[in-house]
């Protein structure tokens, strides 16, 4: 099933001419996660051709302006387009006040609700959850409070081996039990190992994102083992220093975390506005961390 | 002297693929005057490659997101970018509480100061005033309180002809007063007509911002003469109900209004996302007001 990543904006602070601030949308079975919305969101959705009113959760990670200052367009455009249905957001609680004051500043009331859900800042947790995914935020070592956020497939069922279920006339009432992993019981009372009459499920997908952060080694628990990681590489790694200073991160230190992390791919972006070329930043990654991939406007991931 | 108007967003409501919502720049003798600041202008800025640091005065009609929600971005981004010296903004009291509210939820200290003006409703009034140019508002009719900007030179002193100079020997004391219209004095107490030595200044040039409005023909008396007008034409005329309804004007109604006020020439713009061919509605209101000329983003009008 289709799970896959569309970059918005992968440029940090203020837009250039090739790049706008981060805003990126996941898609997973049909689902269709906003994961920050900075300004001109609207008309990268549009550019992409995702129809917006698909998005029923947002996730802002901290409200630096290259994040969020998008949100308000995005509200605003959604209930002018008609939209009924109830919109997420989950953020810092400042971000709803921010939000109101300007609604009301222009008398605008929304034909849709919105959910309001406040980050914690303090440890892993579940922020969404459905029969197949599940979206959790863990904190980032930035500036002001900031999140993460992991988009992961829930655990599927056992595959049943029909050849089995023919050979040992399972009957229904085991089923669901043995998909979740239970041994067959024969009438006899006699136990069939689970793994002689299942295969083992796919194995799930997980997404994690990670921007903005300074360098540390605390976020590695929360993203082990990811499908596919969104690390910022805001530098070089030559300006190491200024990295530090502004809490952000450089290209070998995104690798570096996705090593630690066990991470399938790696994908790197908000890069600085001084870089109109970002292809040295993806080459320096590399040499820590080989499957990485370079984020830019339009580009799709496939998890 | 260079006196022209850039269209950065001369759509409504939401962005569409080829219009952003409302924001222009007005530059006047080296002055850049920005009116309405929709989200997405400082990325219009940069494509229509005019430096934003230029700008000293930003003019905001009214609170409608469509006007407004590029203010905070554009704001952060001359921030970002090293601006030291001040900015004025002339809008409704409430927007200085939303800007603030999100530079304080982001921890951002400006590096430079934002002069608020607060928009009066009542009347025309003089917003900017230097040695050649002015600005004042005038109340629009719409639905919250919304002006009006009229950005105009000032009266020029009359040419005094050379030839005269040297025939009467008019003395550098009574100079400055014959520019302004008085009569030459003579030594004897004859007075010389000033339309003898003297000829009329070049005429000054006056550009008219009308958007968002209601038919008002309460309007004219502050455009009259207008060199160039922009009046909204949200609608072709057959929408007049929608246009009533939603305080908007038609085609056939801006030229109307460009038609009483004896305006030399008429821009529409702030269309209705409904149309993407623009072109009837020039077309009809050129029925009533034949030099008209529409809106596009990117387009310059000379004035």
Redesign the interface.
Known sequence: MSFKVTILGCGS?????QR?PTAQVVELHGRFFLIDCA??T??QL??NKINFQHIDHVFISH???DHF??L??FI??MH??GRIKPLHIYA?E??R??IE??LN????LLRYDINWHTLNYDGKHKLYDDKTVEVFSFPLNH??PTCGFLIQEKQKERNLIHSKIIQYDIPIDQINAIKQGSDLLLEDGTPVPNDEITTAPPSTRCYAFCSDTIYDENVVKYIKDATLLYHEATFMHNLLERAKETYHSTTIQAATIAQLANVQQLVIGHYSARYSDTLPLLEEARTVFANTQMAMDGRIFEI
Do not use: C, V, Y
């Open positions: 602070a203020t837009p250039t001419a706008n300004e001109g609207q008309m549009r550019r409200l630096h302006g200052f998008g308000i367009g605003s455009s002018l387009w810092n400042k971000l006040e921010i004051l300007q500043s222009s008398d605008s500036r002001i």
